[in-house]
């Protein structure tokens, strides 16, 4: 166990650790919800569409709160940033262990957690570029970005292990104080009085709302598939088995996407967003796929779609942050948003399309809508170079 000192440096590999365990426990909130849905829904008396309400819920409060965030940030530091994030969402998931007893109240304790997600990510984002060497920082990310998938794969184990032994609640009280452990693995900076954010970052406004535009769609497609994978798998005839599977695939082909991804855009760092935008175009060519009947479409549209469509976060903060070194939380939280935003529009948005039309449909609408990110990502690219030559 790494526990802090006022007196240690901050060495690379504290500063990898401390954004990693950072980032599983200010958004594993969202994931427990989402892995125990089963039992809360049973008892707090909620269907599917509850829980897509609540999570999209939580996804555009963190949207809204991703600029203030970063802005806090850059004022008082990733250190006590990363500190108030980690203990808002162990308060959090504390609040649903004992005050959830409504999807309505479900939702407002997710709600006011929220802001723990994008506190927690725009730190981490910050001591990384602090402290990482720029030569290895984006394989940094690319493990940091891997954290996510992690969350989701603890909420996974937390049904077995705890829910339907001791009861969904208690798996709350204990992810809490996981999460609370990760306190001790924040990474100290040197004490310096509060700052004025700097401006650097919004010479660039322009270029990284481009790209903030195209991460929305490209999370909106990629959180749907997610989302809605087995349910339409189950529509064209295929059993929930092999289908959860393929997503477990698809989940594993992630985490090494963005941790390769990362490593790759070390060696060629100007490419970074150029890189996205392949990973996007291959990830819209399995949405395509998804809407082809057949076990072997399933499977390949899946890990094109899932493995390589929702690969490119690390690789985002690690172009923007490698353009803005001077207000890397600033400038990671306005593509941070769109991330966000994609997270809570896109289910909303393509579930009513399916609804009213058919999960093939929304799949096609869903793969152009990653093609039009594709290209959002190269004009931001093209866009942030201007700036940076300029």
Not at 363 to 389: E, I, K, N, Q, Y
Request: charged share 5%.
């Amino acid at each position: 166990m790494i526990s802090p000192s006022s007196n240690a440096p901050t060495t690379p590999l504290r500063a990898s650790i401390g954004a990693l365990t950072t980032t599983i426990a200010v958004s594993v909130p969202v994931f427990l919800v989402g892995g125990l849905a089963v039992q809360i829904g049973d008892e707090l008396g909620f269907s599917p569409a509850g829980l897509g309400l609540a999570v999209s819920a939580y996804f555009g409060v963190s949207a809204l709160a991703s600029v203030p965030a970063g802005f806090l940030v850059e004022r008082y530091g990733a250190t006590l940033i990363s500190r108030a994030g980690i203990g808002l969402a162990s308060l959090s998931l504390l609040g649903v262990a004992a005050f959830a007893n409504t999807l309505w109240s479900l939702i407002a304790i997710l709600a006011l957690g929220a802001g723990a997600n994008s506190m927690g990510q725009l730190a981490s984002n910050t001591s990384l570029s602090r402290h990482v060497p720029p030569r290895r920082q984006g394989l940094s990310f690319g493990i940091k970005q891997a954290a996510i998938p992690v969350a989701t794969l603890l909420s996974g184990i937390a049904v077995p292990t705890v829910a339907l032994t001791l009861g969904w609640r208690w798996a709350f009280v204990f992810v809490s104080v996981l999460a609370a452990a990760a306190l001790l693995l924040v990474p100290n900076e040197p004490e310096r009085p509060p700052k004025k954010t700097s401006n650097g970052a919004k010479q660039a406004t322009g270029a990284l709302i481009v790209v903030g535009v195209g991460a929305t769609l490209a999370a909106g497609s990629a959180n749907a598939l997610g989302t809605f994978l087995v349910d339409a798998s189950v529509a064209r005839g295929i059993s929930p088995g092999p289908a959860g599977l393929a997503l477990t695939l698809g989940g594993a082909v992630c985490v090494a996407s963005r941790v390769l991804g990362g490593w790759l855009a070390d060696r060629r760092p100007d490419r970074s967003i150029t890189m996205i935008s392949g990973l996007l175009l291959a990830g819209a060519a399995g949405l395509a796929l998804l809407a082809v009947p057949g076990g072997l479409p399933l499977i390949t549209g899946v890990v094109l779609g899932f493995g390589f469509g929702w690969a490119w976060p690390g690789l985002m903060n690690f172009a923007v942050v490698r353009l803005h070194p001077q207000a890397p939380a600033a400038a990671t939280s306005i593509t941070q948003t769109g991330v966000y935003a994609g997270g809570c529009l896109g289910p909303l948005t393509l579930g009513t399309l399916a609804s009213a039309t058919s999960y093939p449909t929304m799949w096609v609408v869903a793969a152009v809508a990653m093609l039009a990110s594709a290209a959002a990502m190269l004009l931001g690219s093209h866009l942030l170079r201007a700036h940076a030559t300029a």
